[in-house]
């Protein structure tokens, strides 16, 4: 209705604007005759010539170019297929590197079509998250990778102290933790266990950069991948030493199209990282 009202106000003629809309005259005036039905004013005055618009129809005119232009942009963003699909991602924080969203960087331009959306968090969650459909592709950290896995890469762990603050440590030792639910703490009394020592929590951290940043400020002791302490500041703690290592593994349920070849892709980041260390 709004489309044959500006045809007749822009050519000043019914017969014109059902030649510019391809329609029947009699179509024409009937789309105006329920539009003014609608708004209960006449638009335009039918014995001029040309046919011009009313006062009201002079009012509508500016609000109906408008409504057309929002049409035609609403109709060529649902036409572009940008950002229609959705690749579900998680993994642990400290492995979002620059290597990692430059993959992420890359898969967006070759696939318009795919949006990312990427969470991060700790492995447990994030494989839950997984194994209940809710996420695409997800890389967590575990003592051992289960026989779906897609890829698994070592990653050295040892103990760590503050290299400033580095010194004969108190009974009960002072640790410095994730939250709790995370994997490395867990392992951390496990150890701290056998050794039969006694400990207590100086420090929770709820990700990899403030537990790092609480160790290397002398809070306490703490389990750490060996590669993520490279420039902190911090030294092995000789009397525990090294840790058994963990297993980062990537799992995916698709075995083509984009979601595989982003999983391939990140697959050959993580070798770089741990093989390369």
Same mark, same amino acid.
């Given at each position: 209705?709004? +489309?044959?009202?500006?045809a007749? *106000? $822009?050519?000043?003629?019914?017969?014109a @604007?059902?030649?510019?809309?391809?329609?029947?005259?009699? =179509?024409?005036?009937?789309?105006?005759?329920?539009?003014e039905?609608?708004?209960?004013?006449?638009?335009?005055?039918?014995?001029?010539?040309?046919? &011009?618009?009313?006062?009201? !129809?002079? +009012?509508? *005119?500016?609000?109906?170019?408008?409504?057309?232009?929002?049409?035609q942009?609403?109709?060529?963003?649902?036409?572009d #297929?940008?950002g229609?699909?959705?690749?579900?991602?998680?993994?642990?924080? $400290?492995?979002?590197t620059?290597?990692?969203?430059?993959?992420?960087r890359?898969? =967006?331009?070759?696939?318009?079509?795919?949006?990312? $959306?990427?969470?991060?968090? &700790?492995?447990?969650?994030?494989?839950?998250r997984? +194994?209940?459909?809710?996420?695409?592709?997800?890389v967590?950290k575990?003592?051992?990778?289960?026989?779906?896995?897609? @890829?698994s890469f070592?990653?050295?762990?040892?103990?760590?102290?503050?290299?400033?603050n580095a010194?004969?440590?108190? $009974?009960?030792?002072?640790?410095?933790t994730?939250?709790?639910?995370?994997?490395?703490?867990?392992a951390?009394?496990? +150890?701290?266990?056998?050794?039969?020592?006694?400990? /207590?929590?100086?420090?929770?951290?709820?990700?990899? #950069?403030?537990?790092?940043a !609480?160790?290397?400020?002398?809070?306490?002791?703490s389990?750490? #991948?060996v590669? @993520?302490? %490279?420039?902190?500041?911090?030294?092995?703690?000789?009397p525990?030493?090294s840790?058994?290592p963990?297993v980062?593994?990537? /799992? =995916?349920?698709? %075995?083509t !199209?984009?979601t595989?070849?982003?999983?391939?892709?990140?697959? =050959?980041? &993580?070798?770089?990282?741990?093989?390369a260390?």
């Amino acid at each position: 209705m709004l +489309r044959s009202f500006t045809a007749i *106000i $822009d050519t000043g003629s019914f017969t014109a @604007a059902a030649d510019r809309l391809h329609m029947t005259q009699s =179509t024409i005036s009937q789309q105006l005759a329920r539009l003014e039905e609608s708004v209960g004013q006449q638009l335009v005055q039918r014995n001029a010539r040309p046919v &011009l618009a009313t006062a009201a !129809g002079e +009012r509508l *005119i500016g609000y109906a170019r408008r409504i057309l232009l929002l049409e035609q942009e609403a109709q060529a963003v649902l036409g572009d #297929p940008v950002g229609a699909q959705s690749l579900r991602i998680g993994l642990p924080e $400290d492995l979002v590197t620059d290597e990692m969203t430059s993959v992420f960087r890359t898969s =967006t331009r070759m696939h318009r079509n795919v949006r990312l $959306d990427i969470t991060t968090g &700790l492995s447990r969650a994030l494989a839950e998250r997984y +194994r209940g459909g809710e996420l695409d592709i997800v890389v967590v950290k575990e003592s051992n990778a289960s026989a779906d896995c897609r @890829a698994s890469f070592p990653e050295t762990m040892a103990w760590f102290e503050s290299q400033e603050n580095a010194g004969k440590w108190t $009974d009960p030792l002072p640790l410095v933790t994730f939250a709790p639910g995370g994997l490395y703490r867990e392992a951390m009394f496990d +150890r701290i266990e056998r050794e039969r020592r006694r400990w /207590y929590i100086a420090f929770s951290g709820s990700s990899l #950069p403030s537990v790092l940043a !609480g160790v290397q400020a002398g809070l306490g002791l703490s389990m750490l #991948p060996v590669i @993520a302490t %490279k420039g902190r500041g911090l030294q092995v703690y000789q009397p525990f030493g090294s840790a058994p290592p963990m297993v980062v593994s990537l /799992y =995916t349920w698709e %075995k083509t !199209g984009p979601t595989a070849e982003l999983a391939e892709q990140m697959t =050959t980041v &993580l070798e770089n990282r741990f093989y390369a260390s």
